[in-house]
């Protein structure tokens, strides 16, 4: 039996990374010309990454849950269709019933957008790919871009939708298209103001038959905690909702008036003018001075995917 120095004897060094692996998974160490695919050596540390970028995605992605969402197969664009009201008569007796009140329909098509990427260059050395601490943050960085991209897109399109007529009018319509709340000159962080408007919001939600199920409102950082710390308007003390926050904490301002309350910095918050980019084969852009915030219902926009948030790795000379 022999042993070298710092060796305990019948053992075998093992690489970082390689435990319980057969054959070990070294990334760089003793692996013959061809021996092991890259994709094998290569795998902890892809698997792990994907895990972490999907989730920084999915804990930043504000807008994505709260509006309509489907899945494109096998083509470029996607219909959502409008349905109008429907209207109630009297019937006489003898009359034949024959189903021709049909409620009117008009259709909005969503073109694919093209491919959008984030991408970052990791060199392939054993101390660069086995350092979790740089995957982890080059992982997060690229969830948070592609999340901060498609809140951006979502969000300017809720705010051109409010300015809009409803595409069906045909009786028993014209149906309510968008509505236009206007805070007043310098109220954009005023606390009273946003609460008037959220209360103002609701009322006309109502009047248009909006569903109070998945209302929300989407602030900025600094209105959301003007709300809590201009403490003269009461926000924390009112029957605003079922909770509410603390001063201390600065969270838990959950509702007002039915509608759930997020904060988010892809507003475009007194963006002026946005302009389209190539690679949007739908139209996002406009002129978003003075505006200062959302308040809308799952209907208000549409999203298709045709690929959901993944990793790819490619190399080369």
């Given at each position: 039996m022999t042993a070298t120095a710092g060796t305990p004897p019948n053992s075998t060094p093992t690489p970082i990374g390689s435990l319980n692996s057969n054959p070990q998974l070294a990334l760089s160490q003793g692996y013959p010309d061809g021996s092991v695919a890259a994709g094998s050596k290569y795998a902890t540390y892809l698997k792990l990454f994907s895990g972490e970028m999907i989730k920084a995605y999915e804990s930043v992605c504000i807008a994505k849950d709260t509006v309509q969402n489907r899945t494109l197969r096998n083509g470029k664009s996607l219909q959502f269709i409008y349905t109008g009201r429907m209207q109630a008569e009297y019937h006489t007796p003898g009359t034949p019933i024959l189903g021709s009140g049909d409620p009117p329909v008009a259709e909005k098509t969503i073109l694919m957008d093209d491919l959008l990427i984030?991408?970052?260059?990791?060199?392939?050395?054993?101390?660069?790919?086995?350092?979790?601490?740089?995957?982890?943050?080059?992982?997060?960085?690229?969830?948070?871009?592609?999340?901060?991209?498609?809140d951006k897109k979502v969000f300017r399109t809720i705010a051109l939708s409010a300015r809009q007529a409803h595409p069906i009018t045909a009786a028993p319509g014209p149906e309510p298209g968008g509505s236009v709340i206007n805070l007043g000159d310098g109220n954009a962080f005023n606390a009273q103001a946003i609460v008037d408007a959220f209360f103002e919001a609701a009322s006309i939600l109502d009047e248009k038959n909006v569903p109070s199920a998945g209302r929300t409102a989407v602030l900025s950082p600094r209105q959301y905690y003007a709300l809590i710390s201009q403490v003269d308007t009461n926000i924390l003390n009112r029957d605003y909702g079922n909770s509410q926050g603390s001063l201390n904490s600065g969270e838990g301002l959950y509702e007002i008036a039915g509608i759930s309350i997020r904060r988010s910095n892809n507003l475009p918050f007194d963006a002026g003018t946005v302009a389209r980019v190539d690679g949007e084969n739908n139209d996002y852009s406009g002129n978003f001075a003075g505006h200062c915030g959302l308040i809308y219902g799952r209907d208000a926009a549409g999203v298709v995917s045709a690929i959901g948030p993944s990793v790819q790795t490619t190399g080369g000379m």
């Open positions: 984030s991408s970052a260059f990791l060199y392939d050395l054993d101390e660069t790919l086995a350092h979790y601490s740089l995957r982890s943050e080059i992982s997060s960085k690229i969830g948070h871009a592609l999340a901060e991209a498609y």
